[in-house]
């Protein structure tokens, strides 16, 4: 994280944060600032450009971020005139109610998405058969980032465990991050049941390309739009 916000926040690392940030914002001077929820409170401490973007992902209702962090966040948006974006009809129905907004104060930028985009008629036969081995017939995909909070190495393991019996399945991982190595060896181990294809230019063509999506992480903000 640019910020080295990664893990528990403690004190000296939102020290260290809030100095980072203060050095950015001195050497950029951005006309527009965009910040996400759970770190708002650093931009509302430091002087910066006239418009602010706070993206809230978790309403406070959830009790991801503290109530200090909610307090902080909320009134630093009335009072230097934040603009509100969530991700979903629902978090900014329980965002303006647990700040007493006016809701059509919040913007909705939902996160869905158009399933015609990656559906299997958009499928390119030449691409189709990069994504396969061994004449498969189904593709399984894994897309994101390769971080611990997403937890690929179920999916390596996931293909290692079909990869005996079902020879007609292909399991492909796309993305790359620092568990890259990690997920490498433990491929190796599984006798390279699982395509390692690295980071994906073009997610909708890799998505077309398979028939079945899994996801692993610990939670994803799928929006509610």
């Known amino acids: 994280h640019f910020l080295d916000l990664d893990g528990p926040s403690t004190i000296p690392k939102r020290l260290k944060a809030l100095a980072r940030?203060?050095?950015?914002?001195?050497?950029l001077r951005p006309d527009i600032l965009h910040v996400h929820g759970g770190i708002g409170?650093?931009?509302?401490?430091?002087?910066?450009?006239k418009t602010c973007v706070l993206q809230v992902h978790d309403p406070p209702q959830t009790g991801r971020d503290s109530v200090l962090t909610s307090w902080v966040e909320r009134w630093a948006s009335r009072l230097r005139k934040w603009h509100l974006v969530v991700d979903s009809s629902g978090v900014a129905d329980q965002l303006a109610e647990a700040w007493n907004l006016d809701r059509a104060s919040v913007r909705v930028e939902s996160l869905g998405i158009d399933t015609n985009h990656y559906s299997p008629a958009q499928r390119g036969f030449?691409?189709?058969r990069q994504y396969s081995r061994h004449g498969a017939?189904?593709?399984?995909?894994?897309?994101?980032r390769l971080v611990p909070s997403k937890q690929p190495a179920q999916?390596?393991?996931?293909?290692?465990?079909?990869?005996?019996?079902?020879t007609q399945v292909t399991c492909c991982l796309g993305g790359d991050g620092p568990l890259m190595g990690e997920l490498e060896d433990l491929n190796d181990e599984a006798g390279g049941a699982c395509q390692l294809i690295g980071s994906v230019?073009?997610?909708?063509?890799?998505?077309?390309?398979s028939d079945i999506f899994v996801s692993t992480s610990?939670?994803?903000g799928f929006g509610l739009a």
């Open 137 to 144: 017939r189904i593709r399984v995909a894994w897309l994101g």
């Open 201 to 209: 230019p073009d997610v909708w063509d890799f998505l077309a390309n």
């Open 155 to 166: 999916f390596v393991e996931l293909a290692s465990s079909i990869h005996k019996d079902l």
């Open 21 to 27: 940030l203060a050095a950015v914002l001195r050497k």
């Open 126 to 128: 030449e691409r189709a």
């Open 41 to 49: 409170w650093l931009p509302s401490i430091l002087p910066g450009p």
């Open 218 to 220: 610990e939670a994803e």
